[in-house]
């Protein structure tokens, strides 16, 4: 049982839940009704909607009817969606429903408290949620573009709007059309092929280089190691055309600009500093005893680091990596500048389709690069997970 006591819950006055009802109510009102041309009339039916929706449940019928209750509310969200929009008006009208059936009855009910230590102030719990609304509002904001992109890689047509069949959620108006020419279109495949033969390159460099940095660094009696590690992961800070620019005046005069090697060492320079922050976290929790307790058993230094060192900090040298293939793999700007025709990337194909020869393939590309680097940032934080475990810093 846990030591510390939860608050009870108690229903709050109608005085308090309608209007806090009803703002959730208008915020929801104001895109609806912005999406069919008046957003203040949107807020103000979706408030009064909302609390008479609240008195009804609360007041009238009460605790008792909170199912049937509940089950209503859906049903009639689900309705008034069909009427308005048709089949998007209707998965639109069961996830709002589903949500305000549930948070009249959490507010009105005082449940919002129920997880929370009984000393917080009103003020502190308006804060709590608060703080983690806006989070949320962040994370829509910077989601919904991805979200937007997906489904429009699916048109039949070769727009990048929404088309009429596509709403209607008609399957006529979708189509894996553009799939299949990102998989069959040589020059798709070629520029697959350069990103394939220059991230992993890269990212092989930039781990080697950035652990040995990051264990250079760690050590206390390394003169400088503050101002070093300060120019190491400069490549994060300074803006990316700054640093473009600068590869190619440099690459220009040495002989590496618009070559293979000079594209591999550009990236590479850009993965480095993920890898040296990544793997200098690891090195924290790491207890140095061990690396003295095998010189003593006679280890010299190479096997002291690939049998002792390495395998506690791999989850942290693999996170590096990551972020340092998804850089290369994602990165045009530089590329622009330091490459050639015969090293045109993925991004770059991308970018100059947008440029010069609008194609939805675009989005379809875009749409797999997304889930790619799902796929990676899970990977990650299962390795992140996985490092705060040997390190003592979460339970196993």
């Known amino acids: 049982m846990s030591a510390m006591t939860l608050t009870p819950i108690e229903k709050k006055p109608l005085s308090f839940a309608l209007p806090v009802i009803g703002a959730a109510g208008g915020f929801a009102g104001l895109f609806v009704g912005t999406a069919h041309g008046s ?155 350069n990103s394939l033969a220059i991230a992993p390159v890269a990212t092989l460099l930039s781990v080697s280089f950035g652990t040995l940095a990051a264990i250079g660094l760690s050590s206390e009696h390394v003169p400088f190691r503050r101002a070093i590690m300060a120019i190491l992961i400069s490549p994060m800070i300074v803006p990316l055309i700054i640093s473009a620019a600068g590869m190619y005046f440099f690459y220009s005069r040495i002989g590496l600009q618009g070559t293979y090697f000079g594209v591999v060492l550009a990236h590479a320079a850009l993965g480095i500093p993920f890898v040296i922050i990544t793997v200098t976290a690891t090195l924290v929790g790491f207890d140095r005893s061990l690396t003295r307790a095998a ?77 790619i680097s799902i796929v990676l940032l899970a990977t990650l934080e299962m390795l992140r997970r996985r490092s705060e475990r040997l390190r003592g810093m979460s339970p196993g």
């Open 39 to 193: 957003g203040l009339l949107g807020i103000a039916i979706g408030a009064l909607a909302l609390m008479a929706l609240g008195f009804v449940a609360l007041q009238i019928l009460g605790l008792g009817m909170e199912k049937p209750v509940r089950w209503g509310i859906i049903a009639l969200f689900t309705a008034v969606g069909v009427m308005v929009a048709g089949v998007p008006g209707f998965v639109l009208g069961v996830l709002f429903g589903w949500f305000f059936s549930w948070f009249i009855y959490w507010i009105g009910e005082g449940r919002y408290r129920a997880n929370l230590a009984p000393y917080l102030t009103s003020g502190q719990v308006l804060w709590h949620y608060s703080f983690r609304v806006l989070c949320g509002a962040i994370f829509i904001f910077l989601i919904t573009p991805i979200l937007v992109v997906m489904p429009l890689s699916f048109n039949a047509q070769n727009f990048f709007t929404f088309t009429p069949e596509m709403l209607r959620f008609d399957p006529a108006g979708y189509s894996l059309k553009h799939y299949e020419d990102f998989f069959t279109s040589s020059g798709w495949q070629q520029a697959l092929r």
């Open 295 to 371: 010189a003593n058993m006679g280890a010299d230094p190479v096997t002291t680091f690939f049998r002792v060192q390495m395998p506690l900090i791999l989850p942290g040298v693999i996170s590096g990596g990551l972020f340092a293939f998804i850089t290369s793999f994602d990165e045009v700007v530089v590329v622009l500048f330091v490459g050639s025709a015969n090293q045109q990337t993925l991004p770059w194909r991308m970018f100059t389709g947008l440029r010069e020869q609008i194609s939805p393939t675009i989005l379809a590309v875009a749409t797999i690069l997304v889930a």
